[in-house]
């Protein structure tokens, strides 16, 4: 469980290694919706006529993988995500492995925050996706 008076600046979450398979791709973006309007997440070449190297996870799958690394770390605790932003850089791809990293940036003892960076990594260390979290500990 995890107590804001334990956290520090530079302890680390993860990292959380995952393979989204492209049937994973295609049925969350058919869930939300996405299937029918972009073929980017369905296909890889619908995906490759737009210029894309083959299908691309969705953005919001993308932040919702990142969100997953922060909410696992935070677990039973007395905390909450209560804010995350991201920056995409380059495609997600599918069928290939992620790997997700977190530390602690920032402490706010006056209103019990801390700040985590987040990242999504491909197989050559390459940042895909870049976030930022806000985890608030109640009292």
């Not at 190297?53 to 677990?75: A, E, F, Q, R, Y």
Request: negative net charge; charged residues 25%; aromatic residues 6%.
């Amino acid at each position: 469980m995890k107590n804001f008076d334990e956290i520090n600046i530079g302890d680390t979450l993860g990292p959380l290694e995952l393979l989204v398979s492209k049937d994973q791709c295609r049925a969350y973006a058919k869930l939300m919706g996405m299937g029918e309007i972009a073929g980017r997440f369905t296909d890889d070449e619908a995906a490759k006529k737009e210029g894309l190297p083959g299908m691309i996870l969705p953005g919001n799958m993308s932040l919702g993988l990142l969100s997953k690394l922060v909410t696992d770390w935070i677990g039973s605790s007395n905390a909450w995500l209560k804010q995350m932003s991201t920056t995409y850089r380059v495609p997600v791809q599918p069928d290939h492995t992620i790997t997700i990293h977190g530390f602690i940036t920032n402490k706010n003892p006056a209103d019990r925050t801390a700040e985590i960076d987040v990242w999504m990594e491909n197989e050559e260390a390459e940042r895909l996706v870049t976030g930022t979290a806000t985890v608030e500990f109640r009292k």
